[in-house]
């Protein structure tokens, strides 16, 4: 019974980092940039909500879209100041450097505006926990939520990037800037696009993440958005079910190696088993490899 | 070729990210070379804010004091506070500031973690330090560093015996942060002293700080233990989540904390029905309906709007007994470093002060403190002394 209770227990947990990573994957599929700030717009949104409820008074599900209407601003608007301009840098370690100094500056921002103090967070989640065995397990409606908000958005996201001429825009980008522009595809406008979606992810990924662990300081973001970012290496970046299947796949391996093994070691163990399976597969479970033409 | 490249772009972001904490450019202010010059570390900002905030309100309104009645051995103090963000690195880069400043004596820092970095730079200065709440054992391990709370072993001991001796439980499972010397500094020292007492350890589970979120498996492995009461040594805002995700499996054994539980009905937004029946040991009380201490609570809550917690108990006293050793050692404003530290270590086992965390507080020459510890026990919402 308990080996059941620990691989609900790593589901959620696993969920919440798959949420997290499709936003980090999306993001480096298209726009081939680790958006290391992915994690701190996660915190942003979800300051939002809770600022949204408790100061505007506004209802969960518009507080939500408030948030997702804010971040894809936010998301917007880093992408135009900080990124766009170094797309064409010399050196691709300048857009990454930016991407972390981004991090810091929402971090210390969000420490200005909100204070470090520890901000509980109520559960904006309207399901109920399940009991399942005769109340020997549950399953909290947290967990059922962002499993759910997960497989809607990478179906959605496979469906819109198949489907539309947009998402065909975002393939032919990430395939070949150059090429796509010659096409007539307009790359800026694309790459904003790609970071609208991916920054209003990030703010459904924040209120999940904290309706699940119901505390909010400015560094929230930054450990989930790591463990998020491993979930799609593992997966295979760039894989949008390859995100989900990483994410879930992490958790349980973080809380069954805390159940079996060791609780000090649950970290170790988990990058453990990240080495070992990029040894076997470099580009992750989902991930292609391409070979690069010289 | 692509791996070389994600490689050199991951330790570039590696170095950037060091580097990026090292460099703390506080504003430089100059000190008044007529006052005696207090300085003082502690976080007011990052994950342990709640108890910087708390030492300098607690030791600015101790200074407010004295200088009102005029100072200590008639010269006005004149007090620094710097932010170490709860950092190691940070703390000792604080300490430098405030050395060129020139500072005198140091009230810190706040945690423990820092407080170890600063004290050997400080035994290295020959510079006093007092650390109103810097539990480690090796806060103090120079001589010319004092405390005003427990150290941690203490915490532990006396946690364990409290257990013991009540008869709170005869299964005990620990939670506890195994990245954190504070966290394992008490888990060891409650370890050991569980030997003497009638309980057993059924279950003993770690956490790190990179995975602070998520405890539902130490949760179970310890309701699967049978286990009575659960001991929490460490901080209030990860037991707030500890305690949440409990009653989310239905699990409510005896909850007991040690001094970093306190403040945990100051987090915004908690349910703090989630602590009903939550103990931890403090050595300060705010309800108390001794003189001292209420004038303290009455005078802090004028100032600052909010009850004091025991942190700022600690450093109020901390000044205090800086004030009465500053005084028996004859502390002028132009005394050195080296002289101050001098006069210090010895005055500090001569003096006694009445303070709010204890009466008769004296110090040994090890630099603990000798008092008596107090359980409370929150009830409704509100923190009580058990008796």
């Known amino acids: 019974m308990s080996f059941v209770s620990y691989l609900i227990n790593g589901v959620s947990l696993g969920s919440v980092y798959a949420i997290i990573a499709l936003g980090y994957t999306m993001v480096y599929g298209i726009a081939k940039m680790l958006n290391f700030a992915h994690g701190d717009v996660i915190m942003i949104g979800a300051y939002v909500v809770l600022t949204a409820i408790t100061s505007a008074g506004m209802p969960p599900a518009a507080a939500v879209l408030a948030a997702a209407v804010f971040c894809t601003v936010l998301g917007v608007t880093i992408e135009r100041i900080a990124y766009r301009p170094l797309r064409n840098a010399a050196s691709p370690l300048a857009v990454l450097i930016t991407a972390i100094g981004v991090s810091y500056l929402l971090q210390n921002v969000a420490l200005l505006i909100f204070g470090a103090n520890t901000k509980s967070f109520t559960s904006v989640v309207p399901i109920p926990a399940v009991t399942l065995a005769g109340g020997q397990l549950t399953v909290s409606g947290e967990t059922i939520m962002t499993i759910g908000a997960c497989i809607v958005i990478m179906i959605g996201l496979t469906l819109f990037i198949k489907k539309t001429k947009a998402g065909q825009a975002m393939l032919a980008v990430s395939e070949d800037k150059g090429a796509a522009q010659l096409m007539g595809i307009n790359v800026n406008g694309t790459i904003a696009l790609t970071f609208a979606i ?58 069954f190696g805390k159940a079996y093994i060791s609780s000090q070691m649950a970290d170790a163990i988990v990058f453990s088993v990240l080495i070992v399976v990029l040894i076997v597969r470099p580009a992750g479970i989902l991930g292609k490899n391409i070979q690069e033409k010289v | 070729m692509k791996m070389k490249k994600v490689l050199a772009v991951a330790l570039a972001a590696a170095m950037v990210m060091t580097a990026g904490c090292g460099g703390n450019g506080k504003e430089e202010k100059k000190a008044d070379s007529d006052k005696i010059r207090i300085g003082a570390i502690g976080p007011t900002t990052g994950g342990a804010a709640i108890y910087g905030e708390a030492v300098k309100n607690g030791a600015e309104l101790a200074i407010k004091e004295i200088n009102e009645a005029g100072g200590i051995n008639g010269v006005q103090v004149e007090f620094n506070f710097q932010d170490d963000e709860g950092d190691s690195e940070k703390a000792v880069n604080a300490y430098n500031t405030l050395k060129d400043w020139g500072m005198q004596a140091l009230l810190g ?175 300060f009380t705010p309800t108390s309906e001794d003189e001292i201490i209420k004038k303290f609570v009455t005078d802090f809550e004028a100032e600052y709007g909010h009850t004091p917690n025991q942190f700022a108990a600690d450093a109020y006293d901390g000044i205090y007994a800086l004030k009465e050793a500053m005084e028996k050692a004859d502390v002028k404003a132009d005394t050195s470093v080296t002289d101050v530290c001098e006069g210090l270590k010895s005055a500090m086992t001569d003096i006694s002060i009445d303070g709010v965390t204890a009466k008769a507080l004296t110090w040994e020459a090890n630099g603990e403190p000798s008092k008596a510890p107090m359980v409370v026990k929150i009830a409704d919402g509100n923190y009580a002394v058990v008796e």
């Open chain 1, 198 to 255: 991916g920054s209003a992810l990030a703010a459904v990924a924040g209120v999940l993440l904290c309706s699940a662990y119901p505390t909010l300081t400015p560094y929230t973001g930054s450990m989930p958005g790591i463990k998020a970012f491993v979930a799609a290496v593992f997966g295979g970046i760039g894989s949008i079910p390859g995100a989900m299947i990483g994410g879930i796949l992490l958790g349980i391996i973080e809380v």
């Open chain 2, 109 to 283: 820092t706040v945690t423990s973690g820092p407080c170890v970095a600063v004290g050997e730079v400080a035994q290295g200065d020959n510079m006093f330090l007092l650390t109103p709440s810097g539990t480690a054992v090796e806060c103090v391990q120079y001589d010319n560093a004092f405390r005003v709370c427990f150290s941690d072993p203490m915490q532990g001991i006396e946690s364990a015996k409290y257990i013991g001796e009540n008869g709170l439980a005869t299964k005990v499972a620990v939670i506890y942060d195994s990245s954190d010397v504070y966290s394992s500094g008490i888990y060891e020292a409650f370890v050991k002293e569980a030997e003497n007492q009638g309980f057993s350890i059924v279950a003993a589970e770690a956490f790190t700080a990179e995975s602070k979120t998520d405890f539902s498996v130490q949760l179970q492995k310890a309701k699967d233990a049978g286990a009575e009461l659960v001991f929490l040594p460490f901080y209030y805002s990860e037991a707030s989540l500890v305690l949440r995700q409990a009653a989310g499996i239905n699990y409510s054994p005896i909850f007991f904390g040690c001094d970093g539980m306190d403040g945990i009905l100051a987090v915004e937004g908690f349910d703090v029905n989630l602590a009903n029946n939550l103990m931890f040991l403090s050595p």
